[in-house]
């Protein structure tokens, strides 16, 4: 259920790969290939781990209020941007590792030196930069004051809430990018005029929306 909350997507992506790290680690090699396969596969698929989603999971009722409030003290100690800033133009964001390189450890208590074994994983508060206050500035929400109060306060802030209920309303879907390039090389050679092929693929679309495209939708619809 968790899957269909944009909310809940980030949290979820991270401990995934959390998990699939420890399973690469195992002795037994075929459950150690599983983890080392899914780990790619995430890697590939960071959407909601990238700055301007990460910051979903503040709205993630279900997440730790410590780590809430990590993700909220790391936004709040970057400056937010006055007016619409260049780094919101559209863009391919750049990739933060999902773990930490051992030399950012070296002369923290975690890592005294380069010589002690640690690997750290990331938490969603170092997936945070300027491009968090995306969400805000689409909402045209001003008032952040409440990233400084504790997370059992911030339901008492309007801007808070007005966040939150657009969150709720966001369908999490994977791949979408890859999903639309795939149906339009199903498509590509059904017509070689431009109009035609838009209109061709805005009603494959709709039509797999509303009935299925797998053998099993079919069968559904025969048996009507």
């Not at 420890?22 to 909601?48: C, N, Q, W």
């Not at 450890?105 to 206050?133: I, M």
Request: with cysteine.
């Amino acid at each position: 259920l968790q899957c269909s909350l944009a909310a809940a997507a980030p949290a979820n992506d991270l401990r995934l790969y959390e998990d699939m790290l420890k399973l690469s680690e195992v002795e037994d090699p075929d459950f150690a290939r599983i983890g080392v396969h899914v780990m790619e596969s995430i890697r590939r698929h960071t959407s909601y781990l990238k700055a301007p989603q990460v910051i979903f999971a503040l709205f993630d009722e279900k997440l730790a209020a410590k780590d809430r409030q990590k993700l909220a003290s790391a936004l709040d100690v970057i400056p937010k941007p006055i007016i619409s800033p260049s780094e919101f133009k559209p863009g391919k964001f750049i990739d933060v590792p999902l773990v930490c390189s051992v030399k950012e450890y070296v002369g923290t208590p975690l890592r005294r030196d380069e010589d002690d074994d640690f690997y750290s994983s990331k938490e969603l508060q170092d997936f945070v930069s300027v491009k968090s206050y995306l969400l805000f500035n689409l909402l045209h929400v001003e008032h952040l004051s409440w990233l400084k109060a504790p997370v059992g306060l911030w339901c008492c802030f309007p801007s808070y809430i007005k966040c939150r209920d657009f969150i709720k309303q966001l369908l999490v879907v994977n791949d979408g990018t890859e999903r639309g390039i795939k149906l339009m090389q199903e498509l590509i050679n059904r017509t070689e005029d431009e109009d035609d092929l838009q209109y061709l693929a805005q009603c494959v679309s709709h039509h797999r929306k509303s009935i299925g495209h797998t053998k099993k939708d079919f069968e559904k619809l025969s048996s009507i």
